[in-house]
């Protein structure tokens, strides 16, 4: 048994999947400036599902919302390397908008188990899926945010039927020549992030991302985006391994889904939306001014409006 299961008391006898809801005191313990309470205000469950490479780790806004008739769950899906804190400035605003949703930790990120070998980044989606198996959802929405976006791209192909509206925010459709010099940058940031005994590998990591924060950034959620990086259960570096070789452009024009490009003017990867955009016409589109690569941290409110006007939209 391994030191997490131990952790949460889960024995060979005990269900693959627990969602806690989190006391109520320690709901109302004071915050640290700048950081959000790790008990959501207490809105939040924690839960695991039985998926095709171990245990898979979501959290769920659960019985706290209800559906108005004809919506349903919303799926969040992480860049890499992160996991469903990614979301954690928008669960509140979710929820007050009546909004159920389901973050879930890619597999080898943040509290998932990891494939047993370097993933294709196809091999995520039955994962993903097993989550809903286990909460007994037949239909989501789902939205993916960089990585996350690819593997919403690959759920919905592997399985149109479980899915209803698709946000893409973050597309990346890029060309044969792209892809190379992604793979070639991604070795080096790689090579850059193996661990040394001064640490020194999380200064940089914690100096590149205040880098693509852009102007003030939070130092307390860059620290939290560090923990991240470093504390998933497979190797880091496999999200971008698995994306930067995965044909998002092809698989742009396979999609029959409802579909919104989601993007802000000052991410990173924004001339890939209009990329995307050119792509795919039929498909919404929404961009929110400024903001970086972290837009769901500085500009929750906006980054909720647009997501649930898609997915009221009749």
């Not at 809801?21 to 008990?39: I, M, N, T, Y």
């Not at 698709?166 to 790689?190: K, V």
């Not at 570096?237 to 998002?248: I, K, S």
């Amino acid at each position: 048994m391994d030191n997490r299961r131990t952790f949460l008391g889960l024995g060979a006898a005990t269900t693959a999947a627990i969602a806690t809801s989190l006391p109520a005191a320690a709901a109302a313990a004071p915050k640290e400036a700048g950081v959000v309470s790790r008990v959501y205000d207490g809105i939040m469950g924690r839960g695991y599902a039985r998926g095709p490479y171990g245990l898979v780790h979501f959290q769920d806004s659960g019985g706290l919302v209800k559906l108005r008739p004809g919506e349903w769950p919303l799926v969040l899906l992480h860049q890499s390397p992160a996991s469903t804190r990614q979301f954690e400035a928008a669960f509140k605003p979710l929820v007050a908008r009546g909004i159920r949703l389901i973050a879930v930790d890619t597999p080898g990120f943040g509290f998932s188990d990891p494939t047993p070998a370097i993933p294709k980044l196809e091999d995520w989606a039955p994962a993903i899926v097993a989550v809903l198996d286990h909460l007994g959802i037949q239909q989501a929405d789902v939205l993916g945010h960089h990585t996350g976006a690819l593997n919403a791209t690959e759920v919905a192909l592997q399985n149109p039927g479980r899915v209803r509206r698709l946000i893409l925010n973050g597309p990346f459709p890029i060309t044969e020549a792209e892809r190379a010099q992604y793979i070639a940058a991604g070795e080096r940031s790689h090579a850059a992030g193996v661990a040394v005994v001064d640490g020194s590998h999380l200064l940089n990591s914690f100096q590149t991302r205040v880098r693509m924060w852009g102007p003030n950034p939070d130092p307390a959620i860059l620290t939290r985006t560090i923990a991240e990086k470093y504390q998933g259960l497979g190797p880091y570096w496999w999200g971008h391994y698995a994306a930067y070789r995965y044909d998002h452009a092809a698989a742009l024009k396979r999609l029959t889904h409802p579909t919104l490009i989601l993007t802000n003017t000052g991410d990173d990867i924004y001339e890939l939306a209009q990329r995307a955009r050119d792509l795919r016409p039929d498909f919404a589109y929404v961009e929110i001014p400024g903001g970086s690569h972290d837009i769901v941290d500085q500009q929750p409110d906006a980054w909720c409006d647009a997501v649930v006007a898609f997915l009221r939209r009749s």
